[in-house]
């Protein structure tokens, strides 16, 4: 079966509040979107790439390629108004039954890892995305006051988010909904149950000035190449 990785990139970037969106800022000299494709392609070359982009900046990011002479092979396809119709856009490139990896264009640091549990996982259960523990302390706002929460039943999420065609196809056939935040709301929606795997701490979303900070510091610590050494190969729910 072939494997795909739909890179949505379609965002403006706007908390980020640059000239240009940010997943075209440099990072080391190389555009975000490049190091995230370069992850991909690094980790798997068979697998097909879609990358989702806004279509106004299609002929910029051709520019850019030229420039670097970027030369991993990748369909580009517009994406839409929000990231549910960046995905949908992305979902019309996907011709076969196949496993379809969901990533934010503006996540770099995914780890080998990470990709590799997250894929090996959906081959067999038919979705797994990748999560990390609440590290803080965690309070829920109410009318007048605040209420600690049991941190332990919470779980931060990240992409790749990976499913089998046979519910992915169906499940972005749904109406719209704001509280589709990502791509296993969707899943989850239509009525299947989400499988967990482990993330990785660096695998942030470039989203604000700040992330930029970290992202130049990641490099320099060499997180590019992920140095890091997770064998947990076992889905953090079995349901
Ligand atoms: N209409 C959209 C909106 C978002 N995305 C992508 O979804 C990922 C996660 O979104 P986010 O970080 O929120 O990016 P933006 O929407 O660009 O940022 P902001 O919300 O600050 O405007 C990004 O790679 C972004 O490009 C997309 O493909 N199409
Ligand atoms: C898909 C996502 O990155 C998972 O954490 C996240 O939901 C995207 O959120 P945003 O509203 O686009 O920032």
Redesign the pocket.
């Known amino acids: 079966m072939t494997n795909y990785a739909i890179?949505?990139?379609?965002?403006?970037?706007?908390?980020?509040g640059s000239a240009i969106?940010?997943?075209f800022l440099e990072i080391n000299g190389l555009p975000v979107l490049m190091h995230t494709i370069n992850t991909f392609h690094n980790f798997d070359a068979s697998l097909q790439l879609v990358l989702?982009l806004?279509e106004d900046q299609i002929a910029y990011w051709q520019d850019l390629c030229q420039k670097h002479r970027f030369s991993v092979a990748h369909a580009i396809t517009p994406?839409?108004?929000?990231?549910f119709?960046?995905?949908k856009n992305g979902l019309q490139l996907v011709k076969e039954p196949a496993l379809v990896g969901i990533h934010?264009?503006?996540?770099p640091f995914v780890s080998p890892d990470t990709l590799k549990r997250c894929y090996h996982h959906a081959k067999a259960l038919g979705n797994a995305i990748p999560v990390l523990d609440a590290f803080e302390s965690i309070r829920q706002i109410e009318e007048d006051c605040s209420k600690a929460l049991d941190r332990s039943t919470i779980k931060l999420v990240q992409t790749p988010q990976v499913f089998h065609t046979d519910c992915l196809l169906p499940a972005y056939n749904q109406p719209y909904t704001p509280l589709f935040t990502d791509d296993a709301s969707v899943v989850e929606a239509y009525g299947r149950t989400i499988h967990l795997v482990a993330g990785n701490r660096e695998n942030i979303?470039?989203?604000t000035p700040f992330d930029l900070v970290l992202a130049e510091a990641f490099i320099k610590a060499g997180f590019e190449e992920s140095k890091e050494e997770e064998e947990d190969e076992v889905p953090m729910n079995n349901a």
């Open positions: 890179i949505v990139a379609g965002g403006s970037g706007t908390r980020m969106p940010k997943q989702v806004p994406g839409g108004a929000t990231r119709e960046s995905v934010d264009g503006v996540r979303k470039i989203t």
